[in-house]
């Protein structure tokens, strides 16, 4: 990875008293003192801050389809950050994550480095952040991810942070799901990597915690191409339901379970791979799958659509994530604002205070009301679209809302918890 070549530094504009010499005090004179006290030392100085921010999202590979609800979420904070024209002002370098085949992160992450950034929206998979984060911190760059959900990640720098809870959590909804739904055997399907490991161990452990068994697991790996092996695996064990953990590849997967014997409408899906499925050649009604997230204002994917469209791209119908970016950017900016500073170090020790995880702060819900609170010399305690955002000593939000979706006609989803 490069070194960033350099970074840009905040502008601090503070108002020095001008003091005219016939107001000196000449000794043995006496002074008459001000009526009103100077608390001028209790106030935030003025700041023209410029944050440079990178935005690492997948526009290309198998989460390509979350690539633009996510982006679209970051765009539309900035638009409303530099609005409020509170003191800071974003300027964001979109870039293409990809995935782990065909590598657009590694060129991506080089540019945005050499391009100075200080702070990073991404990346969305687990798998990439893990192969770049290093080089973040070593260029003084504070990154914030909208879904990472692997456990390795839990306080694995002061640099990193996520607004997407622990795959603990999610597995924990999802097992318990699939125990409530009256499924006493399990399958998993599930890719070997950080994200694909971690959510299928929790998966297992809740449903078996639950009084369930899990009867059969296989694993693939990313790049792999064909996946008979491993449906041959699950479906030659007879469970009453599968759990299949992965990104696109469920649109292979699930045709072969289904032409295997197995119900496709007792699948249970992730984070990862749900979304509405209208050209799948199965029936999914009845299945079932968790995202993390809370309940959405009903005009916030017009919203997105509005800045999404205005840049000249097509409409997006989904919200995945879009709201965890959007929070992303909103504490990267506050940060900045409570610091005072675009150094990505300053604004990441600000982090946990603007989320109300330090500090006593005030809470708010949007950039405007936040920022006005801190240059009034207070503490914001930002509450956002995807839920309260409050950081813990890992870095991690310490309670998050996660839904429940079903599938019913079309194979189109809908959140039921």
């Not at 840009?8 to 000449?26: D, E, G, K, N, W």
């Not at 503490?379 to 309670?399: M, Q, R």
Request: some cysteine.
């Amino acid at each position: 990875m490069n070194a960033m070549k350099g970074s840009r530094t905040a502008r601090i504009f503070a108002a020095a008293a001008m003091v005219s010499a016939s107001a000196l005090v000449i000794s043995g004179c006496s002074s008459t003192p001000s009526e009103e006290p100077d608390d001028s030392a209790e106030q935030p100085a003025a700041v023209d801050l410029t944050l440079s921010m990178g935005s690492l999202l997948p526009a290309t590979g198998t989460l390509a389809f979350l690539g633009a609800p996510m982006e679209a979420g970051v765009q539309l904070a900035i638009a409303q950050i530099n609005e409020a024209d509170a003191g800071i002002t974003v300027e964001l370098s979109a870039a293409d994550e990809g995935d782990l085949d065909n590598k657009a992160y590694e060129t991506s992450v080089s540019r945005l480095q050499s391009e100075g950034i200080t702070a990073m929206v991404g990346a969305a998979s687990s798998s990439v952040s893990k192969l770049i984060l290093d080089g973040n911190v070593g260029a003084g760059i504070v990154t914030v991810s909208p879904s990472n959900t692997s456990a390795d990640f839990t306080g694995l720098s002061p640099m990193y942070f996520r607004t997407a809870p622990s795959d603990n959590l999610q597995g924990e909804v999802l097992g318990n799901q699939i125990a409530e739904d009256g499924h006493t055997t399990l399958g998993i399907i599930y890719q070997n990597d950080p994200y694909g490991t971690g959510l299928a161990e929790a998966i297992g452990a809740t449903f078996a915690a639950a009084g369930g068994e899990v009867v059969a697991e296989a694993s693939y790996n990313q790049g792999d191409g064909q996946y008979n092996a491993q449906v041959e695996t699950v479906a030659a064990a007879n469970p009453d339901a599968v759990a299949i953990v992965s990104y696109d590849q469920f649109a292979t997967i699930a045709p072969l379970l289904g032409n295997a014997g197995v119900d496709t409408g007792s699948l249970y899906l992730v984070d990862g791979n749900l979304k509405d499925w209208p050209d799948l050649p199965v029936d999914l009604t009845g299945s079932k799958g968790t995202r993390a997230g809370a309940v959405l204002p009903d005009d916030f994917i017009d919203q997105l659509n509005e800045i999404w469209t205005g840049q000249g791209n097509d409409p997006i119908d989904a919200v995945t994530y879009s709201a965890e970016a959007y929070d992303a950017t909103m504490l990267i900016a506050l940060s900045a604002l409570a610091a005072q500073s675009v150094e990505g170090a300053d604004i990441a020790s600000k982090m946990r205070e603007v989320s109300g995880g330090e500090g006593d702060g005030e809470q708010c819900m949007t950039f405007a009301d936040c920022a006005a609170i801190i240059n009034d010399g207070g503490v914001a305690d930002y509450e956002g679209l995807s839920g309260s955002i409050t950081f813990d000593e890992n870095n991690d939000p310490k309670g998050a809302a996660i839904g429940v979706y079903e599938y019913g006609e079309g194979n189109l989803h809908t959140r039921i918890k």
